[in-house]
């Protein structure tokens, strides 16, 4: 990442240092380029101090009671602006300096960070969303049982994840990962740069264009996949493998002389982006070589023992590379087929059988699996709404700058198409399936590291020097923007997203209360609970927290069916309301009138309560009612 760039530029266009020199984009021979004063460095160094404790001090002063149906946007301070602003301006400042100090731009990098995805934690000190804490039980429940439930669902089909959270409980001794799930975005998002700017540096230019396209990557990574959960390991084991391999064995897999077809594509390649070396770059030694390929091997097998679609979205990806001269191990991309298809029907088989119609019931679905998600998403609370325009608009915005970029690279003779197939290979899986109506956003989130890199051609020089004041004003405003509506598309569902310590504490009064064993209900589908006794109660939920069209009121008699002749135990939290208004998941106002309606009801006891929430015990048939 700190190489000199006429050897970078050389390499990566497949031309001579002599040819680079005259083509200017390098200083001539005998010419020293200008030298930053150190004070430069350290100020700017110390202006991102200063961001991060303003930052810092802007989030902690929101009172999460405020925050309504928009999210975080509409109760964040002006200090906090300002200091993403300052965030903003010192790393673009750092980038016009006339030579690039990594430990810098690494500092920068790392503040804005925490400034934009340290939100969660400063603000409500839990982890963010419920499954953060269905993660932590089922973690828990291998690390104590040491075993394997498949029958149970389909999280201990795919264990590796949850596997490397009981041993570092173990092997640690911190029973409780909760502080883990509670800083897990800003850690993810840490774990993310080193290959995220490995990657940039092997699809772009130089190193202007790959420190800007990482800093692009985080002010767009709204998904929210960063908490503590399969995806994000998922997706970290996948971005440092395309990194390895465009590092280490980039080139092509065959002679490009054997035959008319290998011939035809090797000349369409060298068409379409004469920027790529025809040989490849130069690998490691044969010993280092063979020491990497087991590493791509294992981390295909880790992802494939993780996650359920990232092995699938690596397929396409590799398949790419090997398609555009990238990648020289041609058994790479067939070990990438067998492992997940093999675990899935060997590993998993017990999932596999319980949903085959779920899996393979939509294939080659292409409208239902791409717009019907889409449509599921644009839907309940006005305010829910707004953030769903808002996110498809920063996607469009991103999507047409990487266009944009591929055309101006194919232009200038410029790197772009490895990024561009990359970028568009992930596409291929909308015909599989939707991927529980998530797979867009998931296409979305698997392409950025390579859109991010199109995204930077229009926005910049192809000469490596400093950036000049206008292109440093326009990406300053673009990143302005940018930051602003990911703090919409991000953070737009925390009102349902985040928790209080009031309803953990809840929970944890349910779990004394009830029985092992019990049935235990939500009334919406978003709790913050399974962190421990995962597979000792019964879990169930009235109504999922999605839009339903024309959903019908929740009535007491649903609950009591559940409670059968056993009984169970119903809990009804504040996130549970602010869900259901948000996605549309029960008529508006329904879930307080069912509390209220229901607490009257013969057999329904109130037995815990705070200010944001509360449990009931309903006696079953069999108790005499």
């Known amino acids: 990442m700190t190489h000199d760039p006429t050897s970078t530029v050389a390499v990566m266009t497949g031309r001579s240092p002599k040819d680079t020199l005259r083509s200017g984009t390098e200083p001539p021979a005998g010419h020293k380029p200008r030298v930053a004063p150190g004070w430069q460095a350290v100020l700017l160094a110390a202006l991102a101090a200063v961001a991060l404790t303003l930052g810092t001090w802007g989030l902690l002063s929101v009172d999460p009671r405020r925050i ?19 965030s903003l301006g010192g790393f673009l400042a750092s980038l016009s300096l006339p030579r690039i100090y990594p430990a810098l731009q690494t500092w920068q990098i790392l503040v804005t960070v925490f400034i934009l995805h340290g939100a969660d934690p400063l603000i409500h000190g839990l982890p963010r969303l419920e499954a953060s804490y269905r993660h932590l039980g089922i973690a828990d429940t291998i690390s104590q049982s040491g075993q394997l439930n498949p029958a149970l669902d389909a999280y201990f089909n795919w264990p590796g994840f949850f596997d490397l959270l009981g041993m570092l409980s173990g092997s640690t001794g911190a029973k409780d990962l909760a502080g883990l799930a509670t800083w897990a975005p800003v850690g993810i998002n840490v774990l993310l740069l ?27 990574s709204w998904v929210g996949q960063d908490y503590l959960a399969p995806q994000a390991y998922a997706f970290i084991l996948l971005v440092t493998l395309l990194a390895c391999i465009l590092s280490s064995f980039t080139g092509w897999a065959w002679r490009t ?46 992802m494939t023992a993780s996650h359920q679609l990232t092995p699938f979205a690596a397929i396409p990806i590799l398949a790419a590379f090997l398609l555009t001269g990238r990648l020289r191990l041609r058994f790479l991309p067939v070990l990438a087929v067998m492992l997940p298809v093999g675990w899935l029907v060997f590993a998993a088989s017990t999932y596999l059988q319980g949903h085959y119609e779920q899996l393979f019931g939509s294939f080659g679905n292409i409208g239902a699996n791409a717009f019907g998600s889409l449509g599921s998403r644009v839907s309940g609370s006005d305010s829910h709404q707004f953030v769903v325009y808002t996110r498809l608009a920063e996607v469009g915005v991103l999507w047409l700058l990487a266009a944009a970029g591929a055309v101006l690279g194919r232009r200038r003779g410029a790197p772009w198409l490895t990024a561009a197939a990359g970028a568009v290979a992930v596409v291929v899986l909308i015909p599989v399936q939707p991927y529980g109506g998530e797979l867009l956003l998931r296409i979305y989130l698997f392409s950025l590291p390579f859109t991010v890199c199109l995204a930077v051609l229009p926005l910049m020089s192809d ?9 440093t004003v326009a990406l300053f405003v673009l990143g302005a923007v940018l930051s602003t509506t990911t703090i919409v598309t991000r953070y737009g569902n925390d009102i349902m997203e985040s928790f209080t310590t009031d309803e953990v504490a809840l929970v944890n009064r349910l779990y004394d209360l009830a029985p092992p064993g019990s049935k235990l209900i939500e009334a919406v589908h978003n709790t913050p609970w399974k962190f421990e006794h995962y597979a000792g109660y019964d879990y169930r939920a009235l109504v999922p927290a999605e839009f339903r069209p024309g959903a019908s009121p929740l009535t007491c008699d649903a609950a009591n069916q559940i409670a059968g002749r056993t009984g169970a135990y119903l809990i009804v939290t504040v996130s549970q309301l602010h869900a259901a208004e948000l996605r549309g998941s029960t008529p508006a106002g329904d879930l307080r009138n069912f509390v209220s309606t229901c607490s009257a009801n013969p057999g329904w006891t109130r037995i815990a309560e705070n200010d944001d929430g509360v449990v009931f015990h309903i006696q079953g048939a069999g108790n005499g009612h």
């Open 68 to 86: 309504g149906g928009a999210g975080l946007i509409g109760v964040l301070p002006p200090i906090y602006f300002f200091a993403l602003a300052l």
């Open 194 to 220: 080193a290959p995220l700017l490995a990657l940039a540096a092997r699809l772009t230019a130089h190193r202007r264009h790959a420190w800007t396209a990482v800093w692009l990557f985080y002010l767009t």
């Open 257 to 302: 002389d054997q035959n008319r077809l290998t011939t035809a594509l090797a000349r369409i390649v060298r068409k379409l982006d004469p920027s790529m070396p025809p040989h490849g770059l130069p690998g490691p030694p044969r010993a280092e070589s063979a020491v990497l390929v087991v590493v791509c091997a294992v981390l295909l097998l880790a």
């Open 463 to 471: 000469k490596p020097g400093s950036l000049g004041l206008p292109r």
